[in-house]
């Protein structure tokens, strides 16, 4: 099963949906790509996946263009905010999904605000993406 996660930037939330479905299942091919891709994944991300075990710190940002030529089973957009563009992704794709999250990389606030706005959002994307993953992907 290959899948393809869709944002604007790839520095948050396509890439720890990324991160949690490996973690679910290391045999499927995730990947995870933007429309205009952050210059690294943002600290934050990186600090709140390491506290559930998955390591973004080797991931990279990516340019959706990259994955044109390729086909999906699944690809998935994660952008939430109504003001917010969602990337389309225009090539060979089964099946378009769309799962919405708030971006916590526009949090302000103390530190620890804007970290507990991370972990919440963190937590809304586990559980969006296992229950994408029981209900389309595991047999």
Do not use: W
Not at 53 to 73: A, M, N, R, T
Not at 97 to 105: T, W, Y
């Amino acid at each position: 099963m290959k899948i393809l996660i869709l944002c604007t930037g790839n520095s948050c939330r396509s890439q720890m949906a990324e991160g949690f479905l490996k973690s679910f299942n290391e045999n499927l091919d995730v990947y995870s790509a933007g429309t205009s891709p952050a210059r690294k994944i943002h600290p934050k991300a990186i600090l709140v996946m390491a506290e559930e075990g998955i390591d973004l710190s080797f991931h990279k940002p990516k340019l959706v263009d990259e994955f044109l030529k390729d086909s999906f089973d699944y690809v998935t957009t994660v952008c939430g905010d109504a003001k917010e563009n969602c990337p389309v992704f225009s090539g060979n794709v089964k099946k378009r999904l769309h799962i919405g999250f708030e971006d916590p990389a526009k949090a302000t606030g103390s530190e620890e605000e804007i970290l507990q706005k991370f972990r919440r959002v963190r937590e809304e994307i586990k559980e969006g993406f296992y229950s994408f993953y029981k209900e389309k992907l595991q047999n």
